[in-house]
C-alpha cells in the first residue's frame, strides 16, 4: 500500500443516514447489544447493530423493540450500519400488551421480513404493515378481517396478484372455486376436470371483497362490507394462498391459531 494513503480510502466511506423504519426482528448480541432487522422508509430492509440498548439507562432502548417504527439515525459503512440515534414514532403499546395481538403482529413481521428484500426500498409494504399493525391496536378492527387483508395485499406487493376476471380455464361460467397454487377462479364444472392442487370454495360475499382488497387504494383497504361467514370463507383462502406462494409456513402462525382456537394447527 502506497505510504501516507488517506486513511477513509482504506477503510473505506463513512457515513451518517437518517431514515424512519420498523424493527421486524430483535437478536440479542454479546452482553449489551442487539442485532435489529428493520423495514426502512429509504433502504429497503436492513441489519444493523444497536449497541449497549439493552441497559435499562440506554436512551434507544426502546426504539430497539420489535414494532417499533422510529426516526433512526445510522453510521453506514460499506454496507455495514450502526444505529447511533432513535426517535419513537410509533411503539404500538394496545398489541405490546395483548398476547393475542401481539401474536398477530408478530405473524405481519415475520411474513414482512421473509417478503422484503435487502436494501431495495419497498414504501407500499412499509405502509402496508404500519396501517395493518394501527387497523389492530388504535383502530380495534376484527382479528381476521385485518389478518385476511394483510395476506391478500401483501401477496399483490410481492408479485402474486392473483386473477379475479372470471373463471381461468373456460372464462365463461360463474366463479366458485378459488385455485390455492395457481390463483385462479375456476367455476364448477372446470373445478371438477381439475384434478391438480386445492380449490377452495368462494361465494359472492368474499369473492367481492376478494377483489376489493386485491385491486382498492391502499388508503381505502377498510372501507368495504363483509359478512362473518363470507369473512371466515375468505380468511382461509387468504392464508392457504399467501402460505402456497410464499412456500413455506410460519411458526408466528401456529402460535396465533393456538391463542385463537385453543390448539395446534
Known sequence: MPVGMDLEAQKGTI?????????????????????????????????????????????????????????????????????????????????????????????????????????????????????????????????LLVKTIFELRLCCLAGFLPSLDGCGKCNQGEPEYFHILNGELYCAHCADLCNEGIRMPVSRGSLEALRYICYADGKRLLSFKISDKALEELCSISEAYLCSQLGQGFYTLDFYKTLLYGVKS
Open 15 to 143: 457515513m451518517f443516514v437518517k431514515t424512519k423504519g420498523i424493527v421486524l426482528r430483535a437478536t440479542d448480541y454479546q452482553d449489551q447489544d442487539k442485532i435489529l432487522t428493520v423495514l426502512t422508509e429509504d433502504l429497503g430492509k436492513i441489519t444493523m447493530k444497536a449497541r449497549g440498548v439493552k441497559s435499562s439507562r440506554n436512551t434507544m432502548k426502546a426504539a430497539c423493540q420489535l414494532m417499533a417504527y422510529s426516526e433512526l439515525t445510522l453510521l453506514e459503512q460499506q454496507g455495514r450500519y450502526v444505529l447511533t440515534e432513535a426517535s419513537t414514532k410509533e411503539l404500538f403499546m394496545e398489541l405490546q400488551s395483548d398476547l393475542e395481538l401481539m401474536s398477530l403482529g408478530s405473524y405481519f413481521l415475520q411474513v414482512t421480513e421473509t417478503v422484503a428484500q435487502e436494501q431495495d426500498p419497498a414504501p407500499e409494504l412499509l405502509s402496508l404493515l404500519l396501517n395493518m399493525l394501527y387497523a389492530l391496536g388504535t383502530l380495534k378492527k376484527p382479528q
